[in-house]
């Protein structure tokens, strides 16, 4: 079955230490997406990648970076800079042709800083 | 810059009840708009969605939303809700020439027996 598989599904982080979300999609999208998602503040976008090796920053890129090496792979560091890291953290993807678009999301990874 | 309000937090109704939770939107030009929904323990699946044609538009599990364009809504409704709705609804945004979804703060629904 083709989907998106966002591992771990849990991880703590002691302060100070960068640490790597993984996301992998076997759907043959070209964006992916990263979101944070907080109680009472709905979804936002960290970063988002159209293509391979390129990458755009969203609303809240300040303490995350990204990269983009394969077409499947869309991995986020969270970086000891991110001042608040404790969140639940949800990848997705799309085609991006307008009639197909819609994203299609994996079961996300909670974060936690001890 | 676009922005999506959804202005019911939290909603309880009783089974059979009616639904309808707002989606404003803040964009002058071209849109497309979603639903989705994360029931409980489960990743965020896609609802219905509004691209051109019809406004009045279809979901899964008997949910439907209607685009008013002069209004600028993409309210969600049910006619009938259960139990099993119980869940946490997003509306999304697509600008004309954009490349990613804008998200309401989402609506909380739980549905009493």
């Known amino acids: 079955d083709g989907g998106i598989t966002q591992s771990p599904k849990y991880l703590f982080r002691k302060e100070g230490q960068n640490v790597t979300l993984s996301c992998e999609q076997n759907l043959n999208h070209d964006a992916m997406y990263w979101y944070r998602q907080d109680p009472g503040q709905g979804l936002r976008l960290i970063y988002y990648s159209q293509i391979v090796n390129d990458f755009q920053k969203g609303d809240i890129a300040e303490g995350y970076s990204v990269s983009r090496e394969k077409k499947e792979s869309f991995p986020l560091t969270v970086t000891s800079a991110q001042k608040n890291p404790t969140a639940f953290y949800l990848c997705a993807s799309s085609p991006l042709d307008r009639d197909n678009y819609g994203y299609t999301f994996g079961s996300g990874t909670r974060l936690t800083v001890v | 810059a676009q922005s999506v309000s959804q202005h019911n937090h939290h909603v309880i109704l009783s089974e059979a009840a009616s639904l309808e939770l707002g989606c404003n939107y803040s964009?002058?030009?071209?849109?497309?708009l979603f639903w989705y929904v994360q029931y409980p323990g489960q990743h965020l699946q896609l609802l219905l969605k509004?691209?051109?044609?019809?406004?009045l538009v279809k979901g899964i599990k008997g949910f439907e939303a209607e685009f008013i364009k002069s209004k600028f809504s993409f309210n969600l409704r049910k006619p009938s809700v259960q139990w099993s709705d119980t869940a946490e609804y997003f509306c999304a945004l697509l600008t004309g020439g954009g490349n990613k979804l804008t998200f309401g703060t989402g609506t909380q629904l739980k549905v009493e027996l």
């Open positions: 509004y691209f051109s044609g019809d406004p």
């Open positions: 964009y002058g030009g071209t849109v497309n």
